[in-house]
């Protein structure tokens, strides 16, 4: 079975702290996806990343980056958290999207609180 | 900018019901079309993913369609029992332009069935 495991399943940060949040794939996936979720706004991508040390922007990047050294790993970093970024954060992985019989799969999901 | 719209929002039907959830998009330019399920709280579930050169996929009680020329799926459950209910999203993986290779994800529907 694929696995996407997500580090923390919930975290509770400062305003103006640093967060890290871990995601690691045991497929050999090119891509990941880092996406935030909110009530009544559905899911947004915040960034993606095509293959190792490869990164593009989603819709939302606007107070995140993110990191990929390994292949496996994709973490998104809150380079300064602020309460506007409390939300349920997912990570996902695939195949490369040209094989089109390729599904995404997804972790469980991190909930952060940033109080 | 691809556009994943899903109706209706949300949906509650007897126990043994068959239902049926529409999923409609603006860009014809996908490789596939993907029907996720999410349970409270957790990450998103594959239930089926359809190709872009496919018309229709089977999965137990679950049957999805595509038409891709005029951009719509529907996800059909038959005989639905109240371990259905949950949130069902639709995405679509895009093709082309600045979009290539992300998810677009519905807004989703959310299934109530009630013994």
């Known amino acids: 079975d694929v696995k996407v495991t997500q580090s923390s399943r919930y975290l509770v940060k400062r305003t103006g702290e640093k967060v890290f949040l871990e995601c690691v794939q045991d497929?050999?996936?090119?891509?990941m996806f880092w996406y935030r979720q909110d009530p009544g706004l559905g899911l947004r991508l915040i960034y993606f990343s095509y293959d190792v040390k490869m990164k593009e922007k989603g819709d939302i990047p606007e107070g995140y980056s993110v990191s990929r050294e390994k292949k496996e790993r994709f973490s998104l970093i809150l380079e300064s958290a602020s309460t506007n970024q409390t939300s349920m954060y997912l990570c996902?992985?695939?195949?490369?999207?040209?094989?089109?019989?390729?599904?995404?799969?997804f972790g469980e999901g991190s909930w952060l609180t940033v109080v | 900018k691809q556009e994943v719209t899903q109706i209706p929002a949300a949906l509650s039907v007897p126990e043994g019901e068959n239902l049926v959830l529409n999923c409609s998009f603006t860009d014809s330019a996908i490789y596939n079309l993907q029907w996720f399920r999410q349970d409270p709280g957790k990450g998103l579930t594959s239930l089926l993913l359809?190709?872009?050169?496919?018309r229709e996929q089977t999965s137990g009680r679950l049957n999805a369609s595509l038409d891709k020329s005029s951009g719509r799926s529907t996800l059909y459950i038959a005989a639905s029992q109240p371990g259905d209910s949950a949130t069902y999203l639709c995405?679509?993986?895009?093709?082309?332009?600045?979009?290539?290779?992300?998810?677009?994800f519905g807004q989703g529907t959310i299934l109530t069935v009630h013994p």
């Open positions: 995405a679509v993986r895009n093709a082309g332009g600045t979009s290539y290779g992300k998810l677009t």
């Open positions: 359809i190709q872009s050169s496919q």
């Open positions: 497929m050999d996936h090119e891509n």
């Open positions: 996902a992985s695939s195949f490369v999207a040209r094989f089109s019989g390729n599904t995404i799969y």
